[in-house]
């Protein structure tokens, strides 16, 4: 395995573990082990632990954005449907780490960070915080747009903060209703409230 792609399954492998064991349950010597290297390679990469979790957040956190971006910026699709595509790209993310019929475990990097978040670095929170900031502005402008185009009949701000408060808390949701019928439900009253 060369260089770039010892780091590149470092980064996969420590995302997959953080998710299921938080920033505390990722360790070295786990991931060494799965990946058949020493651990004095993973810190010739990364050097500390805290710079591997701010390289994986900074990559999660822009790949997620990126694909929130595609959909709410297409101008050419309905807000049901935009909404649609939100809980298609949770389920992909929840059906990852999430087998049928066992009890529901996290499956989002962000939620499961956000709960160590003590434990991260400054550019680790700002990360997280950064995301929040960004996923507000791409549901805004996109309401606004369905707002303009009569899509909506509720207030764009209050539309704004329900729907981020739902995609920022969806591997919460379905942990608390124990699947991933939660989510999709509370998707479903938004739009309810909200599409004329």
Do not use: C
């Amino acid at each position: 395995m060369d260089e770039s792609d010892s780091r590149s399954a470092i980064k996969q492998l420590a995302s997959d573990l953080l998710v299921q064991h938080g920033y505390r349950g990722m360790r070295y010597a786990e991931i060494a082990a799965q990946l058949g290297i020493t651990r004095a390679n993973i810190h010739y990469h990364f050097g500390s632990k805290s710079a591997l979790v701010d390289e994986v957040l900074a990559d999660y956190v822009a790949a997620t954005l990126g694909s929130l971006r595609e959909v709410w910026a297409d101008e050419g699709t309905s807000l049901a449907d935009k909404l649609s595509q939100m809980m298609v790209l949770s389920r992909q993310r929840y059906d990852r780490f999430n087998a049928r019929g066992e009890p529901v475990r996290p499956w989002s990097l962000i939620s499961r960070l956000r709960q160590d978040q003590e434990l991260l670095s400054a550019t680790g929170r700002g990360l997280l915080a950064k995301f929040s900031t960004e996923l507000h502005d791409v549901f805004a402008g996109a309401l606004s747009r369905a707002a303009a185009a009569g899509e909506i009949r509720s207030d764009v701000e209050a539309a704004t903060t329900l729907l981020v408060a739902i995609a920022d808390s969806a591997a919460p949701i379905t942990i608390a209703e124990g699947g991933f019928s939660g989510l999709e439900a509370a998707y479903g009253a938004l739009a309810r409230l909200t599409l004329r």
